[in-house]
């Protein structure tokens, strides 16, 4: 059984440690922790591994954020899979920091690159894993919050939260979507 992994980023140095990259964040750990080498692939970062007889393909798109539609798609049809098999992993202004949620389908909520993935897929039915990054910013300051490095206090827990998004897309590719949700999403 194949899995479709999507860590939504944006490429660059510059945004390499922003709240808006946790999801590169997260498949970069994935990698890490399996061996899994990352490789330029048509529009994004690939690598893959095998965890419990199920083979996880992994994403960073390169396309930027706004855009992140044009590579789940591709690799969507590239790979033949149905929603049911695709992970998006998401920083989230709406959930407090610390706060892990996944979701078997829903809104973008205004993230640009939920957006553009809707579009593509023409669908707002596909798994995703929203990572609470809050909105602890002044009107106006939105941009800069998502574009900013977590700040010394969240640096603290951020380590363990990422391994807990690794366990949660892990448990979502061997028990599904239902029993992960129940056993991760307090």
Not at 155 to 164: A, C, F, M, N, Q
Request: proline share 2%.
């Amino acid at each position: 059984m194949k899995y479709l992994i999507v860590g939504l980023g944006n490429i660059g140095p510059e945004y390499a440690h922003t709240r808006h990259n946790i999801g590169f964040m997260v498949v970069d750990e994935l990698a890490k922790k399996y061996g899994a080498e990352w490789e330029t692939g048509r529009l994004a970062f690939t690598a893959d591994f095998k965890y419990k007889g199920r083979h996880i393909h992994l994403i960073k798109p390169t396309t930027y954020m706004n855009l992140s539609g044009k590579a789940v798609n591709y690799w969507m049809r590239e790979l033949k899979l149905k929603m049911d098999n695709l992970l998006v992993i998401v920083d989230d202004l709406a959930l407090p920091y610390g706060t892990i949620r996944m979701r078997g389908k829903g809104s973008s909520a205004g993230h640009n690159g939920l957006k553009d993935i809707e579009q593509m897929l023409g669908s707002q039915q596909y798994p995703r894993l929203r990572f609470g990054i809050g909105d602890d910013y002044a009107k106006g300051k939105q941009i800069d919050f998502v574009l900013g490095d977590f700040n010394d206090d969240e640096k603290i827990e951020l380590g363990t939260l990422i391994d807990k998004s690794c366990d949660m897309c892990l448990s979502f590719s061997t028990i599904g979507i239902s029993m992960t949700m129940n056993q991760y999403n307090k």
